[in-house]
Every structure is written in structure tokens, then in C-alpha cells.
């Protein structure tokens, strides 16, 4: 029998949500006429407090500090997580010495050391903000139908916009794939649905263009593109195609999620089609190499490996849990797609005969470091797994595989994973409120500003470091202001950036957005 992914409705848990006020800065130079002379002319009000070299009120009692490294918005009637507010780095100042601050409605004008900085506060719902960040992916992320990394030749300047390849590519585009099929679902737009395919099939190239069945590329470029100087490059039978190898279980968890999505929710016979026989020759060469993606060389991926053999090494045991999960859910979407028992038969014989079920649920007995992407694959890999999976014994323990891994997400307020938890686990007790507000407070500028907030008396730093020999706090700071990154990494890395010379494409936001749109959890 094959079961189709279907909305929660009504939802048991549901958010209502209205307009939220969305920080729009707008850099001046001093000499503008649009600068309001009281700005420039005023002499600063000072407070006795240390470090407060600025200080204005707002109407209403909102009052505004401004240091040597940047400015604080504290307002008593806010709720308790936007009462104080930080504004700090270029996403906000022309630098951080805040020397002059003038409130108006709406808005606060902010003099520094070295310029004038506007920032309107915008009242956007969540929907007007998933509109904004669709034309952003239209206007500089779009590589082919992928969505693409975003360089800056010059900082800051979007118009500097370059396109480029990265690692990941398959695996974004699937992500970005995945919020139009969704938001195709919810609204039945044309344009959602145009681009939802055009997402879908640079999935599907990524198998194609390698000239090896079942065997996707990382990325492609054309000729006369820029080449990235890492990685294993292969030309294409075309001649004008050069493609990257040593693909990750990155790329085939989200291959095999869109596969899904896809599959499911676009109104399309021929593409519903191609969906069924991609996955069907990625899993023929995943199971009948013992679970392992074999490269150009002859040899399995460096992270390709889903075989009990590389789960008994050293290296493969920590990876065992996910890696496990990973396996089930290629199989099971397979299944899914094509309705072939010979698909079904793997699948039980991987969970059960092999125990990849029970194993996936070890993630706390064998974890060695707390990893963000990790985290990433496993709620992607659980979301088709739970929505499929029938029988009882097998939701059980993948509910519990999942609860090892939310241990540690809940304290993240992600809402993807969070979404991601409520569809697989039907009336959990979840901080869904939290989950929107991380929502809310993702910056409308993207821009990879070099950010720093270990300074700060409010944050609480760690003692350790993560993975990366990065210092990360113990004290949850707002997206807006936190370096930006993608769900793969580490909220707690409070200091970063890449001087303003990428941008992300946000699509990071659209899809818990219309997840949570197309599940009932969002009103």
C-alpha cells in the first residue's frame, strides 16, 4: 500500500501570527539632506553609566543606548524575549561608535564615527517576508535552477552579485525544492509550481549529467563559469559541462526528500515520471555496492558509506546512528515512489534483520561530538520515515531515534526541526511559540556582515569550543543578531562572518515557513 504526505487538519498545534516589526537599514553620508540637521547638530544626552556615550527616549517609553560598539533598544513593554535589543556590524551601523540617536515614529536615525545609519521598523507578516525572500532567489540565486551561492566582489554590494558553485548544491536546491512543493500545496499558485520544477529538475540533472547511473553529481558548472579551486572535477560527455564527484549522504538525503515532496504534491505525470526512475537507479547502485555511493575512482564517497562493514570501523561507529536512519529513509522513499516489493523487502531486511532500526536510535550511545549538520540530515532523513511508516514497532523506535536528537535541537528553537518534530510526533508537548519567533527575527539583510557578540555582558560564554575549535555561547541569541547561517549550523557561534562578501539566499526560512504553512501549524 502507498500513503501519501498529508496536511495536519485541523492542527492540534497552531500559532496565530500577525505583522512583526522587520529591521530595513538605510546607510547616509553625513552631508545628505535627508539627514535631519537635529541629528548632526545636537550634542549627544549622556547618561552616567558606563559606556553609554549616546542616549535618546522614544515616545512610549522605548529608550535607546548608544556605546563604542554599537546600540541597545530597551523597550519595557515588549515581551520579555524582545525587550532588550542589540544592533551592532554593518548589517545595522556604519560601524559601532554610536555617537548621536534620534527616535522617530517608526524608526531611529543613529550618527557613528564614520556615517549615518536609518532603521525603519517595518511591520511584515510571515508571508510578505517568505514573498521578499522568493524574489531575492530569483534575482541572485538561481545557477541553472539551483540555488546558488551568492559572492560579492565588492563587500556589501549586491549589484557585485556572483554566482558560484558550492559543495552543497544538490542538497540546497533540494531544500528550496522542497518550500515551493509545499507552498504549491497550500496555494496553488502558478508561480510556486514553476518553480518548484524548475528546482526539481536540477535535482534531477545532478544524476544525469555524470553519465552514471545512480550516481549524483555535488554541482556542474558551464563553460566559461567560475571553477571552484576544491574538489574532484570530471567533464561531461557534452564537452561544456564539467561536474563535481565525491557526493555526500548530504546530497542523497535531500535528493531523496524532494523525491518525495515532489512526487507527491506537484501536479505533474512526466516529471512524477523521471522522479521515480532517479531514485530507483540511485538506490540499484547504493544496494548493490553493500550500501556504499561509489565515485569515479572505483571507491566509495568519503561520506557515501551506509554499510555495516564501515559501521564497525572506528570512524564509522559514531556515524552509525544517522548514517542508519539515512538508509531507511532512501529505501522507504523508494518504495514509496515506484510501489516495487523488491524495495519493501530491502527495507525490512535493513531494519530488522540488519538492525539499522534499533541502531538508529543509538545516537546518544555513540555520538563523539555534537554536529549541526548531522543534525540537519537526521530531522530531513525522520520527516519522510514518520510519514510513511505504518507499522507500529518501526514508528516507536523511530520516535525514539528522533527524541535522542531533539535532547539537544529543543534548546535551538529551530523551526524547521521543530515542525519537523510535530509532524512525527503527534502531540508532543512543544514550544511552538519560540519556533516562530526565531521565524520573526531572521534578518531580511543576509549579507555575511562580520558580526561579534562575545563582548557582551548579557551573553554567556562556554568554556569549551565546538567542533571547530569555535568559542559558542550558552546564551540563545536572535537570528538578527547572530552571524547568519544556514540550519546546518551552530546557533551558539555568537562571533563570525565573512566581511560582507557572500549573501545567503534564504531560502533556509522559506521552508519551515511553508512546512509549517502546509502542516496547520502556522494561521
Known amino acids: 500500500m502507498r500513503f501519501l504526505i498529508t496536511a495536519v487538519a485541523p492542527a492540534l498545534l497552531m500559532a496565530q501570527t500577525g505583522p512583526y516589526p522587520q529591521k530595513i537599514r538605510t546607510f547616509y553620508a553625513p552631508s545628505d539632506p535627508r539627514v535631519p540637521a537635529a541629528l548632526m547638530t545636537a550634542e549627544p544626552a549622556r547618561l552616567p553609566l558606563p559606556g553609554v556615550q549616546a542616549w535618546a527616549t522614544s515616545p512610549g517609553g522605548i529608550q535607546w543606548f548608544g556605546t ?95 554566482l558560484v558553485s558550492s559543495d552543497n548544491d544538490g542538497l540546497w536546491t533540494a531544500m528550496y525544492a522542497a518550500a515551493e512543493c509545499f507552498r504549491y500545496a497550500v496555494t496553488k499558485e502558478p508561480g510556486a509550481l514553476e ?30 563559469e567560475p571553477k571552484p579551486k576544491d574538489g574532484f572535477w570530471y ?25 518525495a515532496l515532489a512526487h507527491d504534491l506537484l501536479p505533474d505525470a512526466g516529471l512524477k515520471q523521471r522522479i521515480r526512475q532517479t531514485a530507483s537507479r540511485i538506490m540499484e547502485h547504493i544496494v548493490s555496492n553493500g550500501y556504499y555511493l561509489i565515485d569515479v575512482t572505483g571507491k566509495p564517497t568519503r561520506w557515501g558509506r551506509w554499510s555495516r ?67 540537519e540530515l537526521a530531522m530531513l532523513s525522520f520527516y519522510p520515515l514518520l510519514r510513511y511508516e505504518k507499522d507500529a514497532k518501526l514508528l516507536a523506535i523511530y520516535r525514539r531515534a528522533m527524541d535522542a536528537w531533539w535532547k539537544n535541537i529543543q534548546r535551538e528553537s529551530n523551526p524547521l526541526w521543530t515542525f519537523i518534530y510535530m509532524a512525527g510526533n503527534p502531540g508532543a508537548k512543544i514550544d511552538l511559540d519560540s519556533a516562530v519567533w526565531v521565524l520573526q527575527r531572521i534578518p531580511l539583510d543576509l549579507i555575511a556582515w562580520d558580526v561579534k557578540n562575545s563582548h557582551r555582558p548579557d551573553v554567556r560564554m562556554a568554556t569549551g569550543k565546538d567542533r571547530h575549535g569555535r568559542g559558542e555561547a550558552l546564551t540563545f541569541l536572535p537570528p538578527d543578531e547572530r552571524p547568519v547561517m544556514k540550519w546546518n549550523g551552530n546557533p551558539f557561534v555568537v562571533d563570525g562572518g565573512s566581511g560582507g562578501r557572500r549573501e545567503d539566499d534564504g531560502a533556509f526560512y522559506l521552508l519551515p515557513y511553508w512546512m509549517g504553512r502546509y502542516h496547520g501549524f502556522l494561521k
Open 235 to 259: 567533464p561531461a560527455a557534452n564537452g561544456d559541462i564539467e561536474w563535481k564527484a565525491d557526493t555526500s549522504s548530504d546530497e542523497i538525503v535531500g535528493h531523496f526528500l524532494i523525491f
Open 195 to 224: 518553480r518548484a520544477r524548475r528546482a526539481t529538475e536540477a535535482v534531477l540533472f545532478l544524476e544525469q549529467v555524470t553519465g552514471r547511473p545512480g550516481f549524483p553529481a555535488r554541482s556542474y558548472i558551464r563553460k566559461g
Open 309 to 375: 562493514e564501515y559501521f564497525d570501523t572506528p570512524g564509522g561507529k559514531p556515524d552509525s546512528p544517522l548514517n542508519a536512519a539515512e538508509l531507511l529513509m532512501f529505501l522507504k522513499v523508494t518504495h514509496h515512489l515506484t510501489g516495487d516489493a523488491k524495495w519493501d523487502r530491502e527495507y525490512r531486511k535493513v531494519a530488522f534483520d540488519l538492525g539499522y532500526a534499533e541502531l538508529a536510535a543509538r545516537q546518544l550511545e555513540l555520538m563523539e561530538e555534537l554536529n549541526y549538520s548531522d543534525e
Open 68 to 162: 563604542a560598539s554599537g546600540m541597545v533598544r530597551l523597550d519595557p513593554a515588549a515581551p520579555p524575549r524582545d525587550r532588550v535589543q542589540y544592533f551592532a556590524s554593518r548589517r545595522y551601523l556604519p560601524d559601532d561608535d554610536v555617537r548621536g540617536i534620534l527616535p522617530e515614529s517608526g524608526a531611529v536615525w543613529l550618527r557613528t564615527a564614520t556615517g549615518v545609519s536609518k532603521i525603519e521598523f517595518r511591520p511584515m507578516t510571515l508571508l510578505q517576508k517568505a514573498a521578499y525572500f522568493e524574489r531575492r532567489i530569483a534575482e541572485r540565486h538561481d545557477r541553472h535552477g539551483m540555488t546558488a551561492d551568492s559572492h560579492l566582489e565588492i563587500a556589501g554590494d549586491l549589484k557585485s552579485n556572483q
